[in-house]
């Protein structure tokens, strides 16, 4: 029950009304979030493969980001907490390097000669686009990445399927369980309760790509797309000797993309490897990698 009052208004009824519908309008409009991304998260672990989640502490007005590792029951190594910036950028370094790297992409999908100008242009556009966290995080998500930290290397692991389709390059005889391995040496250093990540120095001795090498291998993975394909009949055998090149190591294939592979070892030297062995030390010691 209410009842009417016995003195003169404050405000008029008019300017009332208007400050409760300013008042009403405030209280349903959402407060704006200050949230920083954190691209990674989700999708890195440390190097014993405990997940690793995006925190941060603040330092009078500074806030600062890092990735942590997950606590885990019996596991002896300390948790391991990284500067997200720092790990973002080698990730997003990784990623444009690659996508840039027309010989690597050529190996990694299998792609021809005729299709090569296309998939290059594509996946330089695609590099462009992890300039920035949320750009980065939307690429990360496309290739469904998962990144893995290490005490020598940062690793990023991408669908061959996914990048296929988005470069537009044929992906007859590509799997959906088919990945692809972008490796960056670095250097882990712990620093009080954080790690650093650097950046490995290069080797004194310069790179010496070698394309015909290189070549050697794009063919080979083609050879073996060919072949999950059925295609290539009439030279099956041809095909069969060049699609055992697609079963090499992956840190053999990164020293031959980056010119770092023994001096003996070239294109005619790697053909004539009669029975190249499964197991990746194998294949190691039989082209001279000690």
């Known amino acids: 029950m209410t009842y009417e009052g016995e003195h003169e208004a404050i405000v008029p009824v008019e300017l009332w009304e208007a400050s409760q519908g300013l ?3 405030a209280t349903h ?4 979030r200050k949230t920083l991304i954190s691209p990674l998260n989700g999708r890195i672990e440390d190097g014993v493969g405990r997940p690793m989640m995006s925190v941060h502490a603040n330092k009078g007005s500074r806030r600062y980001r ?5 606590h885990s029951e ?15 950028e080698i990730v997003q370094t990784g990623l444009e390097r690659f996508l840039n790297d027309g010989h690597r992409l ?15 242009k594509n996946a330089s556009v695609l590099a462009s686009r992890a300039d920035e966290p949320s750009a980065l995080q939307s690429l990360l998500e496309i290739l469904d990445a998962q990144i893995i930290v290490q005490q020598q290397a940062v690793t990023v692991e991408i669908s061959a399927v996914r990048l296929a389709k988005q ?8 799997t959906d369980d088919q990945r692809i391995w972008i490796e960056v040496a670095v250097s882990l250093k712990r620093r009080g309760h954080e790690l650093k990540l650097v950046y490995a120095a290069p080797e004194a001795r310069p790179a010496q790509r070698d394309d015909r090498l290189i070549q050697l291998l794009a063919s080979g993975r083609l050879a073996w797309r060919q072949l999950s394909a059925g295609q290539g009949n009439a030279t099956r055998g041809h095909l069969v000797r060049m699609a055992r090149l697609n079963y090499l190591a992956p840190d053999i294939i990164t020293s031959i993309l980056e010119g770092r592979q023994p ?6 030297s790697l053909l004539r490897v009669a029975e190249m062995p499964l197991a990746w030390s194998e294949q190691r010691k039989a082209l001279g990698y000690g």
Not at 66 to 70: F, K, Q
Not at 74 to 88: F, K, T, Y
Not at 167 to 174: H, M, P, R
């Open 23 to 25: 008042l009403n309008g």
């Open 29 to 32: 409009q959402p407060r704006p």
């Open 66 to 70: 890092y990735y942590a590792s997950r």
């Open 74 to 88: 019996g596991q002896a190594e300390a948790v391991w907490r990284i500067p997200a910036g720092d790990l973002e």
């Open 106 to 120: 050529g190996i990694e999908l299998g792609t021809s000669h005729l299709d090569a100008t296309v998939v290059t």
């Open 167 to 174: 470069v537009c390059a044929d992906t007859a005889g590509l």
């Open 263 to 268: 001096v003996e070892l070239t294109s005619r």
